[in-house]
């Protein structure tokens, strides 16, 4: 039996490639977690740039306490199964009335996990509805598979890459999603989804986390790095790495980099080639 979804939201799950909303936090606690990440924002003179925007949870313990909390990997292990790997995490900030986006796109393309038994888990810090530029979901296109992409790099787009979808996808409707603060949505590794502009008067602040079963192997040669965070590795096919002790000690700081460049290094042999764009402001 499941530890914490039902067996509809599994089948759900299952069927559409997501699930929206899961309570994970309460809203005192994501508020905390907002002025940690604005506490952090402020110290690097504004806007997340560079690594630091890479696996934060190796760098930051506020971070790495949200991605190791216990309602969020009992979640995830009623997806995936006990033994879980933490490969990924970022923030995605969008102030009040701007343009950025995000273009439609499936995240394994540059996980390149294998198979893609991948979820993605975005944690709402501040309201996130469809005037405020919450993702939107194309139920069940996780069942296409890994899909083509074109590559159209816009000052406006929030990836990197660029990257778009490049098939037909006239047959899927857009499930807009809407959080409040606490609250997450959980998605497939190959599902469609994106987001458009934020209307709104508020910012909206969202944490991800991206979480796989240590079973999975990857596209390509270059081999990367993840954290144990519930069961065991039995497999050893991820160099696995260690939680961080304080955001300025020079240990955590060496090993984050490195997480960070395997991480990058991994998503420009896939395909990325403008992983860097954002590295700097206006960029």
Not at 65 to 79: F, K, N, S
Not at 99 to 110: A, G, K, L, R
Request: proline share 6%; glycine share 8%; with cysteine.
């Amino acid at each position: 039996m499941p530890k914490r979804l039902t067996l509809a939201q599994v089948e759900n799950y299952r069927r559409d490639g997501f699930i929206s909303p899961v309570r994970m936090i309460s809203a005192e606690a994501a508020a905390d977690t907002r002025r940690a990440l604005e506490a952090m924002e402020e110290s690097q003179g504004g806007a997340l740039r560079g690594t630091v925007r890479t696996k934060l949870y190796l760098r930051f313990p506020w971070a790495y306490a949200l991605g190791t909390h216990p309602a969020i990997l009992d979640v995830v292990e009623d997806l995936i199964g006990p033994d879980i790997l933490l490969y990924q995490n970022t923030v995605w900030a969008k102030s009040a009335d701007e343009s950025s986006y995000v273009s439609f796109h499936q995240d394994n393309t540059y996980f390149g996990h294998t198979p893609c038994e991948v979820v993605s888990v975005w944690l709402a810090l501040t309201p996130s509805k469809p005037e405020s530029g919450s993702m939107r979901f194309l139920a069940g296109s996780h069942r296409l598979g890994q899909l083509p992409v074109r590559y159209e790099v816009e000052q406006r787009n929030m990836l990197s890459s660029g990257q778009r979808v490049d098939a037909d996808l006239s047959g899927f409707t857009a499930v807009p999603t809407s959080l409040e603060p606490g609250e997450a949505s959980l998605h497939h590794g190959l599902l469609v989804h994106g987001s458009p502009p934020n209307t709104a008067i508020e910012r909206r602040i969202g944490v991800t986390f991206v979480y796989h079963s240590p079973a999975l192997t990857q596209v390509g040669a270059l081999k990367t790095s993840a954290l144990l965070v519930r069961g065991q590795d039995r497999y050893g096919y991820f160099e696995l790495e260690q939680p961080p002790l304080s955001a300025d000690d020079p240990a955590t700081i060496m090993r984050h980099e490195r997480g960070a460049a395997l991480y990058r290094a991994k998503a420009e042999e896939l395909g990325n080639h403008t992983i860097t764009r954002h590295d700097t402001v206006g960029a």
